[in-house]
């Protein structure tokens, strides 16, 4: 079973920038897709972004233009460079791997914006 493992959160003002990492135990292109959702308070999970094993790259509409998917396939390790935060953007942000019958998941980090 694959081991995710997220960092690079923190507390930012609005406007500024963070970027997530995400490293994986084994190759990351055995996944149909690698993920980011992220949860706020009291709220459901969100998807926020993917990139499937082609290179193929998804995002909400809410962080569209701002946020941005990679990998390092020689790292095995999943970004997001997030950019212009907003408080709305506040919550754990949590890296998934995908196949066709599972979901992997990993701890998540804190993002937390405001003034």
């Known amino acids: 079973q694959v081991q995710l493992a997220e960092s690079g959160g923190g507390l930012v003002q609005p406007g500024e920038s963070l970027r997530l990492s995400c490293a994986a135990s084994?190759?990351?292109?055995?996944?149909?897709?690698m993920n980011w959702y992220r949860q706020a308070p009291g709220k459901e999970r969100e998807w926020v972004a993917s990139?499937?094993?082609?290179?193929?790259?998804n995002y909400a509409e809410s962080v569209k233009g701002r946020f941005t998917i990679s990998r390092d396939g020689t790292k095995n390790t999943v970004y997001l460079q997030m950019n212009s935060l907003e408080p709305e953007d506040t919550g754990v942000y949590y890296c998934?791997?995908?196949?066709?019958?599972?979901?992997?998941w990993g701890q998540g980090t804190q993002v937390t914006v405001s003034s």
């Open positions: 998934n791997a995908r196949t066709l019958s599972r979901h992997y």
């Open positions: 084994d190759n990351i292109f055995m996944y149909n897709d």
């Open positions: 990139i499937n094993v082609g290179g193929r790259i």
